[in-house]
Each structure stands twice: as structure tokens, then as C-alpha cells.
């Protein structure tokens, strides 16, 4: 295969990536995939390959079942690029990357972005002290090599992700001091009308059902409703203080862990100058793809997280479906009947997401901090108060808040704070989010050094 231009070059080697590959290669289409780490897997699968027996058994048959894709992937003849961080796609079908400390570029006839999901921002008074962190995170730690809490933990937030680590904690023998769930209690009534929908993922719901009678089994003390979350500490986070049924609650904490859902990566196709849409159910942008994944009439497309949150299995599905698309852009005779079968599988595994996307919108004073003092761009320390102020002397959106402050202009670039800065204008000028719009991102949108350009 000549690095020159491949048929299919995918960023991204979670399932959405994986599986596309696999696809394409059963198409005899040449494939390079690029991932930013060392092994595939991508964020559920992480580390799948070279972990453990034990650490395997701990994070549950989901993780496992992670094997078969990794290992068809790996033997599917794609061409995988490890530790390839890449920091620019081109209209013309070029990828950028750094790998080992040099910049290096391959191009592809279509290039799949399949870059997965971010935990969204939990901007509450206190959040960066030392010994906050995002659940996503210590998860990542987890999976990657093994790291537990070295005392007992208070986890807070709301989401499927939250009490999955936790379940995982307590299979690993890890101490869990608390878990605070923020989900409001109009959340229940909201997800209602899509109770029924989420009966035909039932599958789902008895694991979600499971998650919470273990941690009932484990006496962990599990606070439902809570609101008006701080974190107080000195040098380091040190309690977490809500409202809990009308009272006050404060718990001691030397590790917090917070989550309060994921948000599609949408960093690359930001930067391609794609449109974008802010979508009021996932409370994100997603990216205005074709059916297919395709962006307007590039030959770029975009699968699983990264074009709305959708889950691994949707997310493989995803990848499949575009690479057939793909296959046959360039003249590949698809079989028809395995599409429309991929498809149906693609619904199936959709039914709970209105009922997961209502149960679980995180509240608004958790996105939009109403304390002045709140750290919202973490990079360059600008904070709620400042965002706001820079509203009232005009400033639009996003994108000027650079120029008022450097908000979004540090290292992350932005993907960090995005949405939460997002929010906080469009409420401050009463104004919708789609209105109020995004920064314009451009490439780098990872970090490179100058000496990565050096020959
Ligand atoms: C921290 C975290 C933990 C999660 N854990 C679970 C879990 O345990 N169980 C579960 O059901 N769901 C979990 N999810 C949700 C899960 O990630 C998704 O449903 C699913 O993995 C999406 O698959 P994907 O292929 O779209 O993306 P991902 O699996 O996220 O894969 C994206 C890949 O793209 C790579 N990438 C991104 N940007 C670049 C770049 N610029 N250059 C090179 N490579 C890049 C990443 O390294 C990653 O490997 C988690 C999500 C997050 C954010």
C-alpha cells in the first residue's frame, strides 16, 4: 500500500474507527488508521489488547467484549499508525500528524474522523483544585494501568459512566466514601415519554439496574437529587458541600471525582470548516453530516461519538455504514442486503438514547456557573465573571472572547471550555446557543512543537 494516498485514512481507533476499517478492508480498500495512542481500543476498549486477566475480569463483560473487534482490526491488513497525534485534516484528504517528535503527513482519497467523545466540562466553585478530577479520567487510569484510589473516593455528577466506575471500583476492591447524583428529580418526569422507546434497549437498562443494586449491596451512600455542588479545600480539595433533600450536606474528600456525561470530539471537523448544529436534547454541537456520515460535499465523513453521542455498538455500526459508503464513492459493488441490515442494527441499539439524553442533561447551574469566580477556560484562568463582563461591553460570542481575555486560547485550544463558554454567553445575552455559535477552530488542534517540523 503507498502511504501516497490510501483509499481510507481513519482517525481514531475506538470502535467507531476499528470497525470501519475492518469493513473497508473486507472491500479490499487500502486503509491507514492513525491513533494518538499506543494501542487500539479507543476510550470503552482501552488498553483491551495487553490488559490483564484480572484487570479485564474487574471492568466487565463490556470491556471484554472489546477482544474480538481489537483482534480483527489487527488482523484486517489496515496499516495502524500508533501514537500518531493528529492535528490537521485537509479538504484534499491530507492528515497531519506527530509521531515520536515529528511531523509527518498521509493522505487518503476519503478520511474518516472517528475521534470519539470528551467528558463534558463540571465548572462548579472549586473544580480545579488538586484532587478533582474527571471520572472519564481515573477510569482512563484504570484501564491503562491498573491505578486505584489509595483511600476511599466520593464520586459526584450523573451519567452511566459515573456508576460504571464506581461498580468497577468496588469489583476492584477500591473504597467508595459517597456517590453525590446530581440528576434532578424533574429529569425522571422528563424521561418518561421515553420510557417505552427505552424498553426495546432493555438489554441496557437491566445493566444500568445492576450497577445501582451492587452499589446498594456495598452500603455506599448514594445522595440522589443533589444540587448547589462546592468543593472547599486550601492547597487541595478537601469537601464537597450540596443541598441534599433541603438540607445542607458537607462530606470530607481527598479525592473527587466528577462526571457529568460525555460530548462529541468535534475538534477536527470543527477545524475543516464544516457546519456544525447545536443540538438542545445532547446539549452539544454535533456535526451536519449525510445519513452516512459524510460532511456536506467533501470527501470527508465523520462516525460514533464524534458525530453525536451513540454508544459503542452504534458507534461500530457507524463506522461500518460509512466505510460501505466509502466503498462504494470509489466503485465498489456493496452489498445491499448486509447495509440494510447494518441499519437495523443501528436502530436497535438507538432506542434508549431519548431516554439516557432526558434522564441524564445535566442540570444548568452544573454547565453554566452562576459564581463569578468559577474557572471556566482553564488554560488561560478566565473565570464565569469574566465571560460575562466581556458580554456586556459586546462581546457576541465564542470567538471574541479571545480577544476580550484569551479565553480558549491555551494549549486544549478551546475543547475544553468550548461549550461551557458557549452557554454562558448565549444566556447572558439571552440569546440561543446555534446563535451564539462556537470558536473557529483551526489547525494545530493539538499541541506540535516547532522542532517537530524539523527533517
Ligand atoms: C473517558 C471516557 C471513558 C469512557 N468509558 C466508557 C466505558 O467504560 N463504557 C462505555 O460503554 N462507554 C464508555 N465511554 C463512551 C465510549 O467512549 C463511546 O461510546 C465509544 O467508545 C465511542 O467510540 P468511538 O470509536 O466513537 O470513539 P472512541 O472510543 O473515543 O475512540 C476515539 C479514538 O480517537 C483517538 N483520537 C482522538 N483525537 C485524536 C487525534 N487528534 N489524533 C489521534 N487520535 C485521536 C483517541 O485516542 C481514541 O482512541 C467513555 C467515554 C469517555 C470519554
Not at 475506538?14 to 472491500?27: D, H, I, K, T, V
Not at 494518538?36 to 475480569?57: H, L, M, T
Not at 478530577?133 to 487510569?141: D, K, N, R, V
Request: aromatic share 6%; charged share 20%.
Amino acid at each position: 500500500m503507498s502511504d501516497a494516498m490510501a483509499d481510507l485514512v481513519i482517525v481514531g481507533a475506538g470502535p467507531a474507527g476499528m470497525a470501519a476499517a475492518c469493513e473497508a478492508r473486507a472491500l479490499d480498500l487500502s486503509v491507514v488508521l492513525l491513533d494518538e495512542q499506543a494501542a487500539s481500543g479507543g476510550q470503552i476498549y482501552r488498553n483491551i489488547e495487553s490488559a490483564p486477566a484480572d484487570r479485564v475480569e474487574i471492568l466487565g463483560k463490556d470491556y471484554e467484549a472489546g477482544r474480538s473487534l481489537a483482534s480483527d482490526f489487527g488482523n484486517s491488513g489496515a496499516r495502524h499508525l500508533r501514537g500518531a497525534v493528529v492535528w490537521n485534516v485537509g479538504l484534499d484528504g491530507t492528515v497531519d500528524y506527530v509521531e515520536s517528535g515529528r511531523s509527518q503527513q498521509v493522505a487518503g482519497k476519503h478520511v474518516l474522523l472517528a475521534s470519539g467523545a470528551m467528558e463534558r466540562p463540571f465548572p462548579i466553585p472549586g473544580w480545579t483544585l488538586p484532587g478533582v478530577m474527571g471520572a472519564g479520567a481515573a477510569q482512563i487510569l484504570l484501564k491503562g494501568s491498573g491505578a486505584l484510589p489509595n483511600g476511599p473516593v466520593v464520586l459526584a455528577g450523573c451519567g452511566p459512566l459515573l456508576y460504571l466506575l464506581a461498580w468497577q471500583y468496588l469489583r476492584a476492591g477500591a473504597a467508595i466514601a459517597a456517590l453525590v447524583d446530581t440528576t434532578a428529580r424533574s429529569a425522571h418526569l422528563r424521561a418518561m415519554p421515553h420510557a417505552l422507546g427505552a424498553l426495546k434497549g432493555w438489554r441496557d437498562l437491566v445493566k444500568g439496574l445492576n450497577l445501582l443494586s451492587a452499589l446498594r449491596r456495598h452500603g455506599v451512600p448514594v445522595f440522589t437529587g443533589a444540587s448547589s455542588l462546592a468543593i472547599a479545600g486550601e492547597k487541595r480539595v478537601e469537601s464537597l458541600s450540596f443541598r441534599h433533600r433541603g438540607q445542607a450536606v458537607r462530606i470530607p474528600a481527598s479525592l473527587l471525582l466528577l462526571h457529568q456525561g460525555i460530548v462529541p470530539n468535534t475538534q477536527l471537523s470543527w477545524s475543516t470548516g464544516a457546519k456544525h448544529r447545536w443540538d438542545a436534547d445532547q446539549l452539544c454541537w454535533l456535526p451536519d453530516t449525510d445519513p452516512w456520515g459524510r460532511l456536506g460535499e467533501t470527501t470527508l465523513y465523520v462516525a460514533g461519538d464524534s458525530r453525536a453521542i451513540v454508544g459503542a455498538q452504534a458507534s461500530a455500526v457507524q463506522g461500518r455504514l460509512a466505510a460501505l459508503a466509502i466503498g462504494e464513492r470509489l466503485g465498489v459493488t456493496v452489498d445491499t442486503a448486509r447495509r440494510a441490515a447494518l441499519q437495523t442494527e443501528l436502530k436497535r441499539h438507538s432506542h434508549i438514547r431519548p431516554f439516557l439524553n432526558a434522564l441524564y442533561r445535566p442540570t444548568d447551574e452544573n454547565r453554566i456557573p452562576q459564581d463569578p469566580g468559577v474557572v471556566v477556560c482553564r488554560c488561560e484562568e478566565v473565570t464565569a465573571g469574566q465571560i460575562r463582563r466581556y458580554v456586556e461591553l459586546g462581546c457576541l460570542g465564542p470567538n471574541q472572547t479571545k480577544a476580550f481575555g484569551r479565553c480558549g486560547m491555551g494549549p486544549c485550544q478551546g475543547r475544553f471550555c468550548g461549550l461551557t463558554v458557549t452557554e454562558i454567553i448565549a444566556r447572558a445575552r439571552s440569546a440561543a446557543p446555534g446563535e451564539v455559535g462556537y470558536y473557529r477552530i483551526r489547525p494545530p488542534i493539538k499541541p506540535v512543537m516547532l522542532g517537530d517540523f524539523v527533517p
